[in-house]
């Protein structure tokens, strides 16, 4: 049966005896509202792992809108069923008051990486989101904490905090699940009207056709074409559409600025704010 964990102490608790009897613990932070993709992530961390733990806490701190706060979908009771179904061990549900009994004050800095792209549009943002993953690993204490490369800014984030302060915790990074016809996987996505729904795969299709025309034309040809496909899709809003290094993360304007280069985009509609990203090039291997 999965243990219903609110309180840090009772997080700790089950944390100390799972270390006591030497499990590995396998750790997947999330906002709830729970898809396939975030069941991705728990079934290779029951792969690779004694136990499951998720967390499911919607952090004030890291929203930048309080409109999207408030309008963060919220599912705890199917959350917990999807979490027993999939074999989860322990969910830690904490409540802000248990996260932050004290306003936090803890301040990041990544460099470049918390100021470009998701850093520039949701100011404060990867402060919040580095303020939760750590206090989250400090409580839980994983062996391994799974991420989706969805969110890719946020995954170079985390690696950076990891690396940075020598949390031992290893960091294992899981690829984009989508939808049957493209669209990334979102809690946001169930805020889509049917006919924005209808639209949304819109954003994938147009990735993956950048990527085809990526092959023989130049950066600036294929940022011009997306922006341009993307603003003729009816209530499609494109906030940003940046072609960068998958390692800096720092925009590029040759190709052979970058090993890999990926492209990453995001799109307002109805709304919501939906969020992509597709590795666009990268370099042929040396023999
Ligand atoms: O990706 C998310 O759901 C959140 O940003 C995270 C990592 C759980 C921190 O609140």
């Given amino acids: 049966m999965i243990k219903i964990l609110t309180t840090r102490a009772e997080a700790a608790e089950f944390a100390a005896s799972a270390r006591f009897s030497g499990k590995k613990m396998g750790f997947v932070p999330t906002m709830g509202a729970l898809h396939q993709g975030h069941l991705s992530l728990v079934s290779r961390a029951l792969e690779e ?7 499911i806490f919607v952090n004030p701190i ?5 409109i999207d706060l408030e309008k963060y979908p919220r599912t705890p009771e199917r959350d917990i069923q999807m979490l027993i179904n999939a074999g989860c061990h322990a969910v830690f549900m904490p409540t802000v008051q248990e996260m932050y009994p004290e306003p936090a004050t803890e301040t990041y ?20 989101v580095a ?9 839980v204490q994983p062996h391994r904490a799974y991420f989706g490369e969805k969110d890719y800014q946020q995954l170079a984030i985390i690696r950076e905090l990891v690396s940075k302060y020598q949390l031992p915790v290893e960091v294992i990074p899981c690829p984009i699940v989508r939808e049957a016809d493209g669209l990334a996987m979102s809690s946001r996505n169930m805020r889509l009207s049917a006919s924005d729904r209808s639209k949304a795969p819109e954003i994938y299709r147009i990735l993956k056709a950048a990527r085809e025309i990526a092959k023989d034309h130049d950066v600036a040809t294929v940022k011009e074409w997306v922006l341009k496909s993307l603003k003729s899709i009816d209530g499609f809003e494109p906030e940003y559409f940046e072609i960068a290094s998958a390692e800096s993360l720092l925009p590029i304007d ?27 090039r990268r370099k042929p291997s040396k023999p």
């Avoid at 040759?254 to 666009?280: C, K, P, Q, S, T």
């Fill in 62 to 66: 890291q929203f930048n809108n309080p």
């Fill in 131 to 139: 303020v939760v993953v750590r206090r989250l690993f400090e409580i």
């Fill in 49 to 55: 792992n004694d136990l499951c733990v998720v967390s």
């Fill in 254 to 280: 040759h190709w052979d600025e970058a090993e890999v280069v990926m492209g990453f985009v995001v799109v307002w509609l109805g709304g919501v704010r939906l969020i992509d990203n597709i590795e666009l």
């Fill in 109 to 128: 800095d990544f460099g470049h990486l918390d100021k470009v792209m998701e850093g520039a549009f949701r100011p404060g943002h990867f402060n919040g």
